[in-house]
């Protein structure tokens, strides 16, 4: 039998590891990752991080193997590049979980203040009836978190053979779900519900709901207790500092996490008792640990401990050059996505398209710490003043393309179930009305905007907008989707299949010449 030279080539450079044996060899490239979202502000713990590498190997590992071309070039840089764009909406997500959701830690406190008054049978009746309309598993999640006696959340994640990232993002959507099927709103007064509402369904952190709903953060936190106290039956003690032999784990990356030690030191006490260290993060001990430090979680030294946790002086110094020079086409990529938008895209639209503020009337701009650092972005810095306006919102030239995209592969599953083929349309609603209206094969507009929220991490709000945005412009872009012709025939948005693919976001994005439009 014959074997390929490709067929070989793949099997020199990517030894049959199964996704045990590359999480084992290649974490230490994916720490250097994680070190490198840090000092752009995309801060996840130690612990939480190992637990999002776990992820991406159990999830993707089989995929990221069967996809890799040796012809195109080597597989550390690629695996690089697919960790970048696994983790970092991954790591945005974990900095908002952590602003809306209770841990662990905090429900005994929670349990503790509860008050009779709140534990009438009716409110109860309708969270049970409400938690009972969840998918299993959810429910299941949810109902171990609200009555954790005393567990940690690790072991919580054991028991349904889960990280604990995965975790938590089951329970924000079992709360989500459930902030939507509590349709008896006397289980809550009017404050309670609309906290509800704006932490759970909406996805925002306790400052945003404060300013959304014009009360103070210790109002939202404490409404916010009322709220858990419906679920809540038992918690666990709040973590304390505790004394620790100077030689423990706890006792190195107190050290390393201590201001007044210098980071270049803390980098050396990290890298020297790697092995050491990273045991401790795949133990239950610390979630205590740094539950209790999290006031000392700072970007730049939190990145320092990923890139010593990272070093690996067997790696391929030539390996380690290529994912740097990814990261530089990465910047240079994201630059000319900035550049069409401003010098393309833009001017082919009308004036109230280019209108952010009145395309994004009635959401809630970004807390301005968030909108800062959106700002910064490379696409934002070369899109000019309305890259910047919509950054206000979460949008950028990148996140535009992404949510293409997003409508664009959903399309393209539509045609492939429904065998629509090239030259064929399909009808994108824009209006939000019942499919069944139109003669012609249709994408619902609700299952767009799940598409562009799933791409994007944009709150709902923001990416109906966004959506509303997009399909506007569609009539004014037709290469807008790849693989598709958009144009408005009478009051239909048609996405005729071409399977052609644009790489040239100026190409992409400019409208087509007369000529061939008049043909």
């Not at 190992?50 to 999830?59: A, K, R, Y």
Request: glycine share 4%.
């Amino acid at each position: 039998m014959l074997v390929s030279t490709h067929t070989r080539q793949k099997e020199d450079l990517l030894p049959d590891l199964g996704w045990e044996g590359g999480y084992v060899r290649y974490r230490p490239l994916l720490f250097s990752v994680l070190s490198r979202l840090a000092r752009q502000g995309l801060v996840v713990r130690p612990d939480d991080g190992l637990d999002l590498i776990h992820d991406f190997f159990s999830e993707t590992w089989n995929s990221i193997v069967r996809r890799f071309d040796p012809a195109k070039g080597k597989f550390e840089p690629y695996l690089y590049a697919c960790f970048l764009h696994f983790a970092r909406p991954r790591v945005i997500r974990q900095m908002r979980w952590q602003g809306s959701l209770v841990p662990l830690e905090g429900l005994a406190e929670i349990s503790d203040q509860r008050s009779e008054e709140h534990d009438h049978p009716h409110d109860i009746a309708s969270v049970r009836r409400a938690m009972s309309s969840l998918p299993d598993l959810e429910r299941k999640i949810l109902l171990a978190y609200v009555s954790s006696n005393g567990s940690s959340e690790r072991k919580l994640a054991d028991q349904f053979n889960l990280t604990r990232f995965r975790l938590r993002s089951y329970l924000a959507d079992s709360l989500s779900r459930l902030a939507v099927s509590l349709e008896e709103r006397t289980a809550f007064d009017e404050t309670e519900w609309a906290v509800l509402q704006q932490l759970s369904h909406e996805g925002r952190t306790v400052k945003e709901t404060a300013r959304a709903l014009n009360l103070t953060a210790p109002q939202v936190q404490t409404v916010r207790a009322r709220v858990l106290a419906r679920l809540i039956d038992a918690g666990k003690a709040s973590p304390r500092r505790l004394r620790m032999d100077t030689n423990s784990p706890e006792a190195l990356l107190q050290k390393a996490l201590d201001p007044a030690t210098d980071t270049d030191a803390a980098a050396a006490l990290v890298q020297k008792h790697a092995e050491t260290i990273l045991s401790f993060l795949e133990s239950d001990r610390a979630d205590a640990f740094f539950a209790a430090h999290s006031q000392d979680l700072d970007s730049d030294r939190i990145a320092a401990i990923y890139a010593a946790l990272g070093f690996d002086e067997g790696r391929d110094s030539a390996d380690t050059a290529l994912c740097e020079r990814f990261l530089v086409a990465s910047r240079e990529e994201e630059a000319s996505i900035g550049t069409a938008f401003s010098e393309v895209l833009l001017p082919a639209l009308p004036v109230y398209l280019r209108n952010f503020d009145a395309v994004f009337r009635g959401s809630e701009p970004l807390p301005t710490e968030d909108r800062n650092r959106i700002s910064r972005e490379t696409s934002v810095v070369h899109g000019g003043k309305s890259a910047e306006a919509m950054a206000a919102y979460g949008v950028t030239p990148v996140v535009i393309l992404e949510a293409c995209e997003g409508i664009a592969n959903l399309a393209r599953r539509y045609c492939d179930d429904r065998d629509i083929s090239v030259g064929q349309f399909v009808v994108l609603d824009k209006s939000g009305r019942d499919v069944s209206r139109y003669k012609s094969p249709t994408l619902a507009r609700r299952e767009a905007i799940e598409e562009v929220v799933l791409m994007t991490e944009l709150s709902e709000k923001h990416a109906e907008r966004l959506f509303d945005w997009i399909s506007r412009v569609a009539e004014y872009i037709p290469r807008l989707f790849n693989g598709f012709d958009s144009a408005l025939w009478g009051d239909e948005l048609r996405l005729t299949r071409t399977d052609e693919t644009w790489m040239n976001f100026f190409e992409m994005w400019a409208p087509l010449p007369p000529e061939k439009v008049a043909a």
